[in-house]
């Protein structure tokens, strides 16, 4: 990954799902990426403790829940790389360990830090 | 440059919101033009700040059976949805699917919540035995608003303590624009 904030003027966050081979068994893992400017994006804290504050949303039929998937895991210093004026960095989500639903149906999951959105996933899990 | 599409009311009233409420108001967004709008999505609208006295609760200011609240310890927010009447299976009625999140931007803990449902028996529908003429094509793609309105104290479960906090909503694939809003007490 490439975390080089140089010249970044945007802010982003893009998730995906990490393939599993036609593998099911293993759920819904998810890989992210961020690029954040301090100032743009609404983040009151800096560094590594910016994955504290990624906030994980999904939804399934009548099912949803927002959690904070890394509120109580230690994070290093080296999980994310910091400029002067931003950072970024890279994760990954096994989405059936962090939320209270599963089985199958159509998952629409985001992710958000700051004042940030991701892209929504829309994941068809039978 | 182009013309936007809708406009944010400002200095708009959010204490006359109605929670649950599927109408719009003063505060809900503004599209360009409410029948033929391109717009596609979702808005939101809601206040820059709002102050909660020091004392009482809001256990003492139940939601009525329709899901609307009243007192001081209330938080609204105004929007819409406008989809193509094929979205989800919805036929254009999505208001009561949105999703609604607000993040305390000091602590991260989040709150989500879906506008409350009717807490009384409604009249069953009066069955013709008529059957319902599926939609030509054309009325598949045709974009539907719908509007929303959220107290994110009833409806999300939000504290009522200080805390600055980001809002936004989302549906199916769709998400809104975010929005911070300040929280008082005093």
């Given at each position: 990954m490439n975390n080089d904030l140089t010249n970044k003027s945007e802010n982003s966050i893009v998730i995906e799902r990490l393939s599993t081979n036609g593998n099911d068994q293993n759920g819904i893992v998810l890989h992210g990426k961020f690029d954040l400017e301090y100032e743009t994006s609404g983040l009151l804290v800096r560094g590594s403790e910016v994955l504290n504050h990624i906030i994980l949303v999904a939804t399934r039929s009548g099912n949803y829940q927002s959690v904070?998937?890394?509120?109580?895991v230690i994070v290093f210093e080296d999980d994310v790389r910091e400029s002067d004026s931003g950072c970024g960095g890279v994760f990954n989500i096994n989405l059936f360990n962090k939320i209270l639903f599963d089985g199958p149906g159509d998952y629409y999951i985001l992710c958000s830090i700051g004042s940030v959105t991701s892209n929504i996933l829309h994941v068809e899990h039978y | 440059m182009a013309d936007k599409l809708y406009q944010m009311p400002e200095n708009c009233d959010f204490s006359k919101v109605i929670n649950a409420d599927t109408h719009s108001n003063e505060c809900t967004p503004v599209l360009d033009n409410k029948f033929f709008s391109k717009f596609s999505g979702l808005l939101i609208n809601g206040p820059k700040e709002v102050v909660w006295p020091k004392?009482?609760?809001?256990?003492d200011y139940p939601a009525g059976p329709w899901g609307t609240t009243e007192g001081p310890f209330r938080l609204m927010v105004a929007g819409l949805v406008r989809t193509e009447y094929k979205t989800l299976g919805l036929k254009g009625e999505a208001s009561e699917e949105v999703l609604l999140v607000a993040v305390n931007q000091q602590t991260a803990e989040s709150y989500s919540g879906k506008m409350p449902q009717p807490d009384v028996d409604t009249e069953p529908d009066f069955d013709m035995g008529l059957e319902e003429i599926p939609p030509t094509d054309e009325e598949q793609n045709k974009l539907l608003t719908s509007y929303f309105n959220f107290d994110l104290v009833h409806?999300?479960?939000?504290?009522i303590k200080e805390a600055s906090y980001n809002v936004y909503a989302t549906l199916g694939e769709m998400k809104s624009n975010s929005i911070i809003i300040n929280t008082k007490v005093e």
């Open positions: 904070t998937p890394f509120k109580d | 004392n009482g609760d809001p256990s409806d999300l479960g939000l504290p």
